[in-house]
């Protein structure tokens, strides 16, 4: 199953140049200012106008994971149940289960408060774009794949300026590449800085507004 993986991933190793610090604010103006907010248009923002990045596609309710669904061990061959120790020994979690569930998993019915799902937004002044910001170390590829695609499945595609994945100094390569990839960026650490110095250099480098989100999600 790891192979299925991988097979959707090439490596990418060394190409991406250091992040570089760049200041934000020219590029804020320039994105409130540019004309946009003078040709906003009046009313609220329609669910169409906020569809997400991408379509999730169907999914087999009975496949693991489905629908936030748990993902039951019952029994293990020799060679899975060496996969499952070494996916714990090197990710700290049960990669086992992670290479089984779909990335493209549904978490099921949306448990939001009514007073959420009901919220509307007024197109003027319009809604600012925003960069999405994974800070990841040593991840395990399904992992930080799913995570990516929760993002593109649930942001709206007019608001997602991008997709910035920081790779903090991995000393393993790390082999992924989406069905697209100008929806994201890679910046490479060489030097290991942790989370929230990594995050905090990140953000010279994003949109209007960012969220952070961990690796695993």
């Known amino acids: 199953m790891l192979s299925m993986v991988i097979s959707l991933a090439a490596q990418l190793r060394g190409v991406t140049p250091p992040l570089q610090i760049k200041p934000a604010a020219k590029k804020v103006r320039e994105e409130v200012t540019g004309g946009t907010v003078l040709g906003c248009l009046p009313g609220y923002y329609s669910p169409d106008e906020l569809h997400p990045f991408l379509r999730r596609p169907f999914e087999d309710p009975h496949l693991p994971g489905s ?3 748990p993902f ?4 293990l061959t020799e060679q899975e149940k060496i996969e499952f120790r070494q996916g ?10 992670s290479d089984r569930i779909s990335l493209h998993r549904d978490l ?3 448990t939001r408060p009514s007073e959420c799902q009901k919220k ?3 197109r003027c002044p319009v809604l600012p774009t925003t960069s999405v910001i994974i800070v ?13 695609y929760s993002v593109l499945y649930t942001a709206p595609r007019i608001l997602l300026k991008e997709i910035l994945l920081v790779d903090d100094a991995s000393d393993h390569a790390v082999p992924y590449r ?3 990839p100008h ?3 890679l910046a490479r650490r060489h030097k290991r800085k942790r989370l929230t110095f990594a995050r905090a250099t990140a953000r010279a480098q994003t949109a209007i507004t960012h969220a952070s989100r961990d690796e695993r999600v």
């Open 72 to 75: 039951m061990v019952y029994s």
């Open 88 to 97: 714990y020994a090197k990710h700290n979690f049960n990669a086992f289960a």
């Open 183 to 185: 929806e994201y960026r």
């Open 136 to 148: 990841f170390h040593n991840e395990a590829l399904s992992a930080l794949l799913r995570t990516v």
């Open 67 to 69: 629908e936030g669904s």
């Open 108 to 110: 099921g019915p949306d």
């Open 178 to 180: 989406l069905a697209q």
């Open 120 to 122: 509307r937004f007024k």
